[in-house]
């Protein structure tokens, strides 16, 4: 239900777009339609690796890893020969995180990510949404972010975009590019906003979609839901990093540091400065937004 209504909300924020032409927001529409969701674990099981064959033994255990690695790698190059198949998943289905293959053009939402702080059947609406459902925007965005833009419906590479869209399209990510460029860690280290564009664009997109989804559920919601929504959405990036850690993670990381993605979508939301009645100009509702989806 919840990816349903954040899907609805996507097209309909891009049937809304007036930078965006008809022919790329017909294809636009048509990936968002042909987008495949996973929940809680594969459609299909994996069949097992038959081991069968290899002459394993209890009193080698190196050996025999060394050998089982050489058969799933096998495995592995064979996959390069075929089309990639939607009901097939790389990750545990107790992985606590949300994926999306562009190639596939699927989100899988693994069940162990469904759980608090993220979601639970106790949790008001609001918090779910907050919760859960930014993490579903989050994903469903990523197909149309600086990367998962360049594939169609059928996850095959591909330019479907007008080439006037496409540049105002650039634009608009340098813009989210710029501003997370400018935020830093102590020690005066600055956050990569090229190389986590991908993922602010996701956190912004994500938050909007499914906050306009839980207004669709919840028309009658009150200020105070409406601000329970943004409290989740910012308490599951809740954490701490060792210092060392945290450096590393901004020099290698595709991910903003979790301060910064809490503020920086947050500062280019307009329903979070509504919610929350931050005066025009403040730190939390500056004048320039960045804003792609």
Same mark, same amino acid.
């Given at each position: 239900?919840? #990816?349903?209504?954040? %899907? &609805?909300?996507?097209?309909?924020?891009?049937?809304?777009?007036?930078?965006?032409?008809?022919?790329?927001?017909?294809?636009?529409?048509?990936? #968002?339609?042909?987008? =495949?969701? @996973?929940?809680?674990?594969?459609?299909?099981?994996?069949?097992?690796?038959?081991?069968?064959? *290899?002459? &394993?033994?209890?009193?080698?255990?190196?050996?025999?890893?060394?050998?089982?690695?050489?058969?799933?790698?096998?495995? @592995? %190059? @064979?996959? #390069?020969?075929?089309? $990639?198949? %939607?009901?097939?998943?790389?990750?545990?289905?107790?992985?606590?995180?949300?994926?999306?293959?562009?190639?596939?053009?699927? &989100?899988?939402? $693994?069940?162990?990510? &469904?759980?608090? $702080?993220?979601?639970?059947?106790?949790?008001?609406?609001?918090?779910?949404?907050?919760?859960?459902?930014?993490?579903?925007?989050?994903?469903?965005?990523?197909?149309?972010?600086?990367?998962?833009?360049?594939?169609?419906?059928?996850?095959?590479?591909?330019?479907?975009? =007008?080439?006037?869209?496409?540049?105002?399209?650039?634009?608009?990510?340098?813009?989210?590019?710029? @501003?997370?460029?400018?935020?830093?860690? =102590?020690?005066?280290?600055?956050?990569?906003?090229?190389?986590?564009?991908?993922?602010?664009?996701?956190?912004?997109?994500? *938050?909007?979609?499914?906050? %306009?989804?839980?207004?669709?559920?919840?028309?009658?919601?009150t200020a105070l839901e409406k601000q329970v929504f943004f409290l989740s959405y910012a308490q599951i990036w809740c954490g701490l990093e060792r210092p060392s850690a945290l450096k590393s993670h901004v020099l290698t990381g595709v991910h903003s540091p979790k301060r910064w993605r809490v503020i920086g979508s947050l500062?280019?939301?307009?329903?979070?400065?509504?919610?929350?009645?931050?005066?025009?100009?403040? $730190?939390?509702?500056?004048?320039?937004?960045?804003?792609?989806?």
């Amino acid at each position: 239900e919840m #990816l349903a209504g954040i %899907r &609805l909300e996507f097209e309909r924020r891009v049937e809304n777009m007036a930078w965006m032409d008809n022919f790329t927001m017909a294809n636009a529409e048509k990936k #968002l339609e042909a987008m =495949d969701f @996973q929940v809680g674990y594969p459609h299909k099981w994996p069949e097992m690796e038959d081991f069968g064959t *290899l002459d &394993l033994s209890p009193n080698r255990f190196f050996e025999d890893m060394e050998k089982v690695s050489v058969r799933k790698s096998v495995t @592995q %190059r @064979q996959l #390069l020969f075929k089309e $990639p198949r %939607r009901d097939t998943w790389s990750h545990a289905a107790t992985t606590i995180n949300a994926f999306y293959s562009r190639v596939k053009n699927a &989100l899988f939402i $693994p069940a162990g990510i &469904l759980q608090p $702080p993220f979601f639970s059947a106790d949790f008001p609406s609001c918090r779910n949404y907050g919760g859960i459902g930014s993490v579903l925007g989050h994903e469903m965005t990523h197909g149309f972010d600086n990367h998962g833009r360049n594939y169609d419906a059928e996850g095959k590479k591909k330019n479907w975009w =007008d080439d006037d869209t496409a540049a105002e399209f650039d634009r608009r990510t340098d813009c989210v590019a710029e @501003q997370f460029s400018e935020y830093t860690i =102590d020690g005066g280290l600055h956050v990569d906003g090229n190389r986590t564009l991908g993922e602010n664009i996701a956190d912004s997109g994500g *938050l909007k979609m499914s906050y %306009r989804a839980f207004l669709a559920k919840r028309p009658e919601a009150t200020a105070l839901e409406k601000q329970v929504f943004f409290l989740s959405y910012a308490q599951i990036w809740c954490g701490l990093e060792r210092p060392s850690a945290l450096k590393s993670h901004v020099l290698t990381g595709v991910h903003s540091p979790k301060r910064w993605r809490v503020i920086g979508s947050l500062r280019d939301s307009r329903d979070f400065a509504e919610a929350y009645q931050c005066p025009a100009g403040s $730190p939390m509702n500056p004048e320039k937004k960045c804003v792609v989806w």
